[in-house]
């Protein structure tokens, strides 16, 4: 008997398999018409972040302090400073302003199975002077800012209506570590960081990014305060 009405499904399917067609063709009509209808209904911003190299990087140096946690043992003592130069754009369908800006990372320690290596995160600090870079005719190229103003630039813009983009750069700046606490190196000492936005709804955007490690020196040419705004702010 089962193998009789199997039969009779069989031949009914091959008998309307132009009808069976049409139904599966309306159906995926009607699903994308639905399925576009309450994307259009639910409005809410999205970022989308384009990384710009020149002024994305990090550098991790000693300072001339020793940490001494207990009698007989002395660490020296670190700092790391991070800057990310980005263009933001609101791809979504409802405008947004910028909050709060965190860069992401992981401490440099050991692989371990079963121990999960959190990311360390940093707010965004106040750069003092913008990062700029010297041209041939001794004028200066000023990047501008995201989110705080300085001295030299009031782009403060931090307000993305639908198809609006930003562009600026972020600073971050590590309090003084000692052991481990600077960011995992990859082979080529770069090292992967998270760049998270987190907007006046409360939404967090984030985004991940390879960032190239420079020497001090070089990173001072970009902006004389590298690496020196936790002294500068006490």
């Known amino acids: 008997m089962k193998i009789e009405y199997i039969e009779q499904i069989i031949n009914w399917t091959n008998e309307n398999s132009g009808f069976l067609s049409l139904i599966l063709f309306l159906a ?6 639905l399925s576009g209808l309450f994307s259009s209904l639910i409005k809410k911003p999205k970022l989308k972040v384009r990384f710009i190299p020149k002024v994305c990087f ?17 660490y020296d003592v670190h ?17 947004t302003a910028i909050d709060k800006i965190y860069i992401g990372y992981k401490k440099n320690k050991e692989f371990r199975l079963f121990e999960r290596n959190r990311f360390i ?8 002077t913008p990062f700029k870079t010297k041209m041939k005719n001794d004028s200066d190229l000023i990047y501008p800012t995201l989110r705080i103003k300085n001295f ?29 606490f600077n960011p995992i190196p990859n ?16 939404r967090k955007f984030i985004f991940n990014h390879e960032l190239r ?5 070089e ?9 020196n705004i936790e002294y500068l702010s006490t």
């Open 152 to 180: 030299f630039t009031d782009n403060t813009n931090d307000y993305l209506r639908t198809g609006e983009s930003i562009t600026g750069t972020a600073y971050f700046e590590q309090f003084k570590a000692w052991g481990n």
């Open 213 to 217: 490690y420079v020497e001090l020196d």
């Open 79 to 95: 700092k790391t400073g991070f800057v990310i130069y980005a263009s933001i754009s609101n791809v979504g369908n409802m405008p």
């Open 28 to 33: 995926t009509i009607l699903y994308g018409w």
């Open 121 to 128: 995160w940093l707010a965004q600090w106040h750069s003092f």
């Open 58 to 74: 990090y550098s991790t140096y000693y300072v001339d302090e020793k940490y001494e946690p207990k009698e007989g043992e002395k």
């Open 219 to 227: 990173a001072r040419e970009l902006n004389e305060h590298f690496g």
């Open 187 to 202: 082979d080529d000492k770069s090292t992967d960081i998270k760049f998270k936005i987190v907007d006046v709804y409360g």
